[in-house]
């Protein structure tokens, strides 16, 4: 009697079990996928985003562009191929936003520094002052490696039109034709080219919030 029940306790305990690993695995099926948004021209502060542009609803990519690295590199949009890659803009005699914004760079380098995927890359607004020597110098102060983060320079209209048209990243200024006012926004773009999310780059909680993001998309896309 004691041995029929003992083999009714061990079927009972299977179906509980079994009737756990199986609500779990429906949840798994059933649960959406988290996905990031894919931000475009009309859905930006338009602040933000150059007037030949500022009403476009789809199929936003970044433009292809050709810049000069802490190194003398060139480097171009090929380099971001099947990448995930996060850029901004600063200048490197900015003692505003740009100290923080730089640390706060240096900070995911060093946590996404395993990840190949993940490239970082930072524009001067100020070409003019920030040549290549200039570059290497603030990327040696700032242990930046150069493997995974490139700081560039180049021709002042490409900068800004990237900017203004491509990272809808900075403000312009009413004031010159060929000079802006670069925000602390860190920006998202995913393997496609496209923008898919703006972080605060002086807020370390929107650090953490951009490594959560990271993670997403590459679960996603």
């Known amino acids: 009697m004691i041995g029929f029940f003992s083999?009714?306790?061990?079927?009972?305990?299977s179906i509980i079990v079994w009737g756990i690993?199986?609500?779990c695995l429906f949840y798994t099926?059933?649960?959406p996928i988290e996905r990031l948004p894919v931000y475009q021209p009309a859905s930006v502060n338009n602040e933000l985003v150059d007037s030949t542009i500022v009403h476009k609803i789809n199929y936003h990519k970044i433009s292809d562009?050709?810049?000069t690295n802490q190194n003398g590199e060139i480097v171009t949009q090929k380099k971001y191929d099947n990448k995930i890659y996060v850029a901004d803009f600063f200048f490197t005699t900015c003692q505003s936003i740009c100290p923080i914004m730089t640390k706060n760079m240096k900070d995911l380098q060093d946590k996404l520094i395993e990840d190949s995927e993940i490239l970082l890359l930072s524009h001067t607004v100020f070409p003019e002052i920030d040549s290549v020597e200039v570059l290497?110098?603030?990327a040696i102060d700032n242990s930046v490696i150069d493997s995974k983060w490139d700081l560039v320079t180049g021709d002042k209209k490409e900068i800004y039109d990237l900017a203004r048209k491509s990272y809808l990243a900075a403000k312009g200024n009413?004031?010159?034709e060929y000079d802006l006012i670069h925000t602390e926004n860190f920006v998202l773009i995913d393997k496609k080219k496209q923008i898919r999310g703006f972080?605060?780059?002086?807020d370390k909680?929107?650090?953490?919030?951009?490594i959560n993001d990271i993670k997403i998309l590459k679960k996603s896309d």
């Open 29 to 31: 099926i059933l649960k």
């Open 21 to 23: 690993i199986s609500i």
């Open 199 to 202: 972080y605060d780059g002086t």
């Open 65 to 67: 562009f050709s810049l």
């Open 205 to 210: 909680e929107e650090i953490n919030r951009l």
């Open 136 to 138: 290497k110098k603030y």
């Open 174 to 176: 009413k004031f010159s």
């Open 7 to 13: 083999n009714y306790k061990w079927i009972g305990l």
